[in-house]
Each structure stands twice: as C-alpha cells, then as structure tokens.
C-alpha cells in the first residue's frame, strides 16, 4: 500500500502504531509480573482512547506506564507528547521508543538502566500519548484517495479541518499552502493571540527569512475549536501532571536542537517552577547531541 511512500519504512505508521499498542496491550496489561528479578512490580502497561479526530474520526491513545498501572495510585504523573505537527515525526519515534524501554528494561542497550527504570516506574506515573495528530500522520506517510490513487504530503503540517467547508480536502504538495487544516498547537485559548488567521500569509522566521510557509499556522476558527486539544486539555486537567514533555522537530531550522523550558514572559513573568524546569531543560540539553556531532542542544 505504501510502496510509492517518499519515507523510509523504519519510520512508525498509523496502523503499525496501533498494531505496537494491541501487541503491548496482548503482552504486558495482564502480566502481573512482567520484569525478571523484580518483586511486585504487577501490571506495567495500561491504555485507553482520550478522544477522537475532528474529521476522521481517529482514536487519540493515552498510554500508563507504572507499577500497578491498572491501579489509580497517589504519585506525581509525567506527560510525554509525542506528535502534534503531523510532518514532526520524530517526536512519534522517540514516544514509541520510551515506551520500549520502559517496558523492557533489561532489552538489549537498556541494561545499564534497570535500576533508573525500576525507580521511575515504582515512584511514578508516565503517560505517553505518541500522537494527538494521527489525521496529520495518515497524510505524511500517505493514503489512498477516493480514485483509488496514492496521496502523499510529509511536508503537511496540520490536521484535516475543513477550513472553506466545500467539504473536500484541500492540500498542496509541499511546505505551506494548504488551505484546509489547523495548527494543533496553536488551538489552545493560551496565546491564543499568537497564533494566524484563517489564510494570513507567512512572514518566514528569524534566521531564515526566505522560508515562507503560508497557511500553516492557522490556529482555528476559534480556541479549542479541534477535538484533538480538547482531548489534550481535558486529558492534563483531569490527571493534574507534575510535568510534560511535548515532542517537536523543526522544518526550517528556525526553532531546532533546543529544550525550551515554560515559562518567561516579556522578561519578567517567571513561572514560579521556572527554576527547577529550566534546570532539567538545561541537563536534559547536554545529553542530546545536535546533528552534526559538534555539540549539544541548546537550553532556552
């Protein structure tokens, strides 16, 4: 089916994300002891679907990782987000792989970390939801229209809304330019301000000002318009989560190889865990080398 695909196979479809989940699911939801060598870790795998698409209808999954994960236990939650800009789908990757290594701890690579992984899965909660876009991912890895022909766009960027209601999906080939869609992280009422208007062109971005991507940040008719982010708000207030973790890659090259830690405005608006946040930010950024193996990423 995905033969014309322009993407390497070894990148996670839709499909072969949900195949993970079933499998992980057969494997691990009834497993009450799952780890060799360890003692009442219980059940250590538990997902559930926190909404669905706005046009296609797709499952949202939300996956626990934890001891006793089919237990409600009192302990401080972490949320990972992997994909929201559907051509980003490397954070999809990285979400796949953590959840891997967590669930096996002593896999080939992950043995040095077994008592780190004990420690994280005994003490906390880690939900991982791979994708909040998986209307965006069908569209970057390809699909089938309705003649029968194979659709491909790995530059899109949004999800599927109908944006001028004739009922069609309206997309160009290539970066920007595609009328129908909304920018899923720019659909929250925060900053909403920040986010474009339905076609406002693209200015380009500091640093590369050539780069113009028009359409692309259209933040929807009005905030939380997107079942998709209402899954996501509902989702974080319903769980109260000590800290996340959202997942981004960068087209441009404007905003790529950094950890941008929440939050400092105008200068002097400080969250008041911005002192602790920042310094994760700051260890998690040396220990991720930037492409062309010269350093590290930035903290920001």
Same mark, same amino acid.
């Given at each position: 089916?995905?033969?014309?695909?322009?993407?390497?196979?070894?990148?996670?479809?839709?499909?072969?994300?949900?195949?993970?989940?079933? #499998?992980?699911?057969?494997?691990? =939801?009834?497993?009450?002891?799952?780890?060799?060598?360890?003692?009442?870790?219980?059940?250590?795998?538990?997902?559930?679907?926190?909404?669905?698409?706005?046009?296609?209808?797709?499952?949202?999954?939300?996956?626990?990782?934890?001891?006793?994960?089919?237990?409600?236990?009192?302990?401080?939650?972490?949320?990972?987000?992997?994909?929201?800009?559907?051509?980003?789908?490397?954070?999809?990757?990285?979400?796949?792989?953590?959840?891997?290594?967590?669930?096996?701890?002593?896999?080939?690579?992950?043995?040095?970390?077994?008592?780190?992984?004990? =420690?994280? #899965?005994?003490?906390?909660?880690?939900?991982?939801?791979?994708?909040?876009?998986?209307?965006?991912?069908?569209?970057?890895?390809?699909?089938?229209?309705?003649?029968?022909?194979?659709?491909?766009?790995?530059?899109?960027?949004?999800?599927?809304?109908?944006?001028?209601?004739?009922?069609?999906?309206?997309?160009?080939?290539?970066?920007?330019?595609?009328?129908?869609?909304?920018?899923? $992280?720019?659909?929250?009422?925060? $900053?909403?301000?920040?986010?474009?208007?339905? $076609?406002?062109?693209?200015?380009?971005?500091?640093?590369?000002?050539?780069?113009?991507?028009?359409?692309?940040?259209?933040?929807?008719?009005?905030?939380?318009?997107? =079942?998709?982010?209402?899954?996501?708000?509902?989702?974080?207030?319903?769980?109260?989560?000590? !800290?996340?973790?959202?997942?981004?890659?960068?087209?441009?090259?404007?905003?790529?190889?950094?950890?941008?830690?929440?939050? !400092?405005?105008?200068?002097?608006?400080?969250?008041?865990? !911005?002192?602790?946040? =920042? #310094? !994760?930010?700051?260890?998690?950024?040396?220990?991720?080398?930037?492409?062309?193996?010269?350093?590290?990423?930035?903290?920001?």
């Amino acid at each position: 089916l995905f033969s014309d695909s322009v993407l390497s196979d070894r990148y996670t479809t839709l499909s072969e994300l949900q195949e993970k989940i079933n #499998m992980w699911s057969e494997e691990y =939801s009834q497993n009450e002891d799952p780890y060799p060598n360890a003692f009442g870790e219980g059940i250590i795998f538990h997902h559930e679907i926190i909404g669905y698409t706005g046009i296609d209808q797709l499952p949202i999954w939300a996956i626990k990782l934890s001891f006793n994960a089919n237990i409600d236990e009192d302990e401080p939650k972490v949320l990972i987000l992997g994909q929201c800009h559907a051509e980003e789908i490397y954070g999809l990757e990285i979400a796949v792989e953590l959840i891997e290594w967590l669930l096996n701890p002593h896999a080939e690579g992950n043995s040095t970390y077994w008592q780190s992984i004990y =420690s994280i #899965m005994s003490e906390s909660e880690i939900w991982v939801i791979p994708t909040h876009n998986p209307e965006g991912l069908n569209i970057v890895h390809g699909w089938i229209d309705d003649l029968g022909q194979f659709q491909q766009d790995e530059s899109f960027r949004k999800n599927k809304y109908d944006a001028n209601e004739n009922g069609i999906f309206d997309f160009v080939y290539g970066i920007g330019d595609d009328i129908d869609g909304v920018d899923l $992280n720019r659909n929250y009422d925060f $900053n909403w301000i920040f986010g474009d208007e339905l $076609n406002q062109l693209d200015t380009g971005c500091s640093g590369n000002s050539s780069y113009l991507s028009n359409y692309d940040y259209y933040r929807g008719p009005y905030p939380f318009s997107e =079942s998709e982010i209402v899954a996501i708000r509902d989702f974080a207030i319903d769980n109260t989560f000590l !800290l996340s973790i959202a997942y981004h890659s960068s087209r441009s090259g404007c905003q790529s190889e950094k950890v941008i830690s929440s939050w !400092l405005w105008e200068n002097e608006k400080e969250a008041p865990d !911005l002192s602790v946040i =920042s #310094m !994760l930010g700051e260890e998690i950024s040396q220990r991720i080398p930037t492409e062309d193996g010269l350093g590290y990423y930035s903290p920001s």
